[in-house]
């Protein structure tokens, strides 16, 4: 992989080139100061002061004792200076104004990748914000993204640098009737689609065992029309979503192998896929069994992690060594 994989694959790089066939996108070059805020993790967990009296979350209830027992434990002076929360004022109307423009609803991403794992802490446990300090909580709430602010370029042979120049904030229109298995990966080698995967593949979709000939067919067409000449990487994936009335928009593009996910294929499949000419081949997940709990990303990796010594490793053992002490005691048996 080559850096210039890498920055085609950046949203602001390839949507001017297939806005026609995606999604109704904003995009804003960040100020420097806003991505050092987001990269700092120094001091306490603090969103930008709001121009505007926005809340992340609306719907608390203030306890204004609390508050106020907060403010004096602040201190006073420098101390209280150190802990003024930071303020992007011309970056927020901009947002604001993009937000509306957009229909009052968005999703954000950076550059690359979107916060879905610190969707569970937004108040609708979705990436939907309508309000600039939404964005910059799951922002700054978010692990995921520290791919595209420090790692992007981790895995290029040619690597020269660690983060691109600049970061874009990108506001994309918020669907509610988005359905989420409608959503696929294509995974292109050699400029020729290998394969195709359901995206979403922590759920089984019963409907899409009656769609999937049909959804192969037009991506495919989709492929060959719309992207295998515009885009000029020679081996990516892109993502893809099929409307109800069988228009394809694409929503995304990635390099191939990496951080990049191969969803219900190995890219040891994908390769050899590639090498011997195979057909085209979709994948979803056809059964309840076949569902893939260990790719869900919108928690944190914390909440994932099943290895020896994680949090999860170990209370699963306390809870099996309670029951059997419950199992042994004598008023189990009663």
Known sequence: ??????????????????????????????????????????????????????????NRIHNPEEEEDYQASEGSGDEA??????????????????????????????????????????????????????????????DSLIHDLCHAYDSCSDKTMSRPPKFFLILRKWYPRFQPEMEFRCFVKGQKLVGISQREVTTFYPVLCEKKNKVEVLIEEFFNDNVRVKFESDDYTFDVYVTEDERVKVLDFNPWGAFTLPLLFTWEELEQKAREGDDLELRIVESRCGVRPGLKTAVPYDYLDVSAGSGWDQFLRNASEELQQQTKSPEAGA
């Open 1 to 58: 992989m080559k850096e210039e994989d890498v920055n085609r694959c950046q949203i602001q790089e390839w949507y001017p080139k297939f806005k026609s066939v995606s999604i109704r996108t904003f995009i804003h070059e960040l100020p420097e100061s806003f991505v050092q805020y987001l990269l700092d993790d120094s001091g306490p967990f603090l969103l930008p002061a709001s121009i505007s009296n926005e809340d992340a979350f609306p």
């Open 81 to 142: 200076e150190a802990l003024s929360a930071p303020c992007f004022p011309e970056l927020e109307l901009k947002i604001k104004e993009s937000i509306e423009t957009l229909g009052g609803a968005i999703f954000p991403k950076l550059n690359w990748s979107a916060p879905k794992d610190s969707a569970w802490i937004s108040t609708s446990g979705t990436l939907r914000c309508t309000t600039f300090s939404e964005i910059a909580l799951l922002l700054r709430s978010s």
